[in-house]
C-alpha cells in the first residue's frame, strides 16, 4: 500500500512568523498536535503542541513568541508514492508519530501519522509504535541544547 492511499490530505499550515499562540489556536480548532510549517508552499518545519509547551512555555517564552523559535527545523518528510512499510520502518527508527507528504515537486500534500498507518496496514503500524516509544533518541525534546 502508498502513503497516498493512507494519509490525511486536509493539512493545516502555519507560518514561521505566526506566534505561538496563533499555532496553538490552530491546532485547537483542527484537533491535531503538531502542523507543518510553510513558507509559501514549501516545507519550512514542524511545530507541535509538545514543542509549544517544552521549547516555549517551560523556559518562559511569552504567547508573543513565534513558531520559527520553536519549531523543528529538521524535518523528515515522505513522498506520496512510498510504501507504507518502508515509511512505518522509517518512522520507528527515527522515532516520529507523524511524517509530512510531498509531491515530486517537494510541496506539502498531506501528512501520514502512526493511526493512519494502524487504520491501513496493523502490523506496520506495531512495528513503527515499538520503535517510536523507545526512550530517548536523537528527536528526543528535552529542555538541554535549547535556549
Not at 493545516?12 to 507543518?36: F, N, Q
Not at 506520496?80 to 518512522?91: F, K, R, T, V
Not at 500534500?109 to 515499538?130: F, H
Amino acid at each position: 500500500m502508498l502513503v497516498q492511499d493512507a494519509m490525511s490530505r486536509e493539512v493545516r499550515t502555519v507560518s514561521p512568523e505566526a506566534t505561538i499562540k496563533e499555532a496553538a489556536r490552530i491546532m485547537a480548532d483542527a484537533d491535531v498536535g503538531a502542523l507543518p510549517v510553510a513558507a509559501g508552499d514549501r516545507l519550512a518545519g514542524m511545530v507541535t503542541d509538545r514543542d509549544i509547551a517544552v521549547r516555549a512555555v517551560a523556559i518562559g517564552k511569552g504567547p508573543e513568541c513565534t513558531v520559527g523559535e520553536v519549531m523543528t527545523h529538521d524535518v523528515l518528510y515522505c513522498h506520496e508514492d512510498e510504501d507504507i512499510g518502508h515509511i512505518s520502518q522509517n518512522m520507528a527508527e527515527n522515532q516520529v508519530r507523524r511524517l509530512p507528504v510531498v509531491d515530486v515537486d517537494k510541496r506539502l500534500v498531506g501528512i501520514i501519522s502512526l493511526a493512519d498507518i494502524a487504520d491501513a496496514r496493523t502490523n506496520e503500524a506495531g512495528a513503527a509504535l515499538e520503535g517510536i516509544t523507545r526512550p530517548g533518541g536523537e528527536r528526543s525534546q528535552s529542555i538541554e541544547g535549547r535556549a
